[in-house]
């Protein structure tokens, strides 16, 4: 048995449904949109490329022993300042000078036998073959005195090499060992870094290449300093590339001042804005103001009460300001629906 609605209860339905339905549309056809209103302003604006990168020394150095030995002398810890010249460890030099002594008594033997030889062929120089053995043995001694004496000089050369000096000045910030009588290798390195020729170093893709120049404005922003802004030129871009996993990239360099390279340590993240060109005062808009129809930037003014679109034309853009080369003037007022 199927249960039927009374058709009286079937046309009341239909007339609230008919009622609400119609009362919504009249309620949004009612609505008028609400509009922003914005003024155009003047404003500096700046064309900018953003690169990321750190802070890097210009001048550093690596130093390691030529072959390892027992640490005698450590004259600097890691994170000391150290002078230029200035020895920062030296090896056990007991068996090189021993070695040393050996080759100087080398030396003086060959020394003594070639003065002999030259003594005892000097007034009687034979003729023929017996002249020729003669000259031979008058040279064969002379290389031997030639080598011990190479001998010494090498040795002599392996005892200053048993020291590390710094050929700069700065501070020392990598060493193998904290403490003397301690074993190293000729693997085991120390790193003296310049604080005085910190820089920023980021990578400039190959396709921004032909924007950026030495000598152009830079500013930087440091991940440990955010509301600190760094500004600077670009002191140099490298003429080799170097491959990356996102393509080939040059290396730029940008200075920094020396005002802030106290604050700085080595590997500090950041950003570079390269300022490609900047306008002065010139009228702006916030991006907000504008809609993108048929490939034009449009703003809505207002004339005889009335909401009309307007095609303006646009410069450059920057944190959000846009600006305006044709169509409107400062004080002109635009309109923007919410």
Known sequence: MQFKLPSKKITIILSIAVVILGAWFWRVRSQKPVYDEYTVQTSDLSNTLELSGSVSAGQSATLRFL????????????GDQVKKWSTLASVDTRQLQ???????????????TFDQTIDDNDNSIPEGDLARTLERLLAKNQYQLENTVKDVEYQDLTIQLSRLTSPISGILVHAPISVANVQVTAADNW??????TLEFIADLDETDLSKVSVGQKALITLDAFPDELIESTISSIAFSPKETTTGTTYEVKVSLPASFLAKLRLGLNGTAAIV?????????LPSSAFTFQNGQMVVKILRSGKYLDQTIETGIENAGQ?????????GDHVYAQK
């Open 67 to 78: 072959a390892g030995g027992l640490i005698t002398y450590l004259g600097a810890k890691e």
């Open 98 to 112: 021993k070695v040393l002594e050996e080759k100087l008594n080398l030396y003086a033997i060959q020394r003594g």
């Open 191 to 196: 790193i003296v870094v310049d604080p005085q």
């Open 276 to 284: 490609l060109s900047e306008k002065f005062a010139v009228p702006t």
């Open 322 to 330: 846009v600006e305006i080369l044709d169509g409107l003037k400062v």
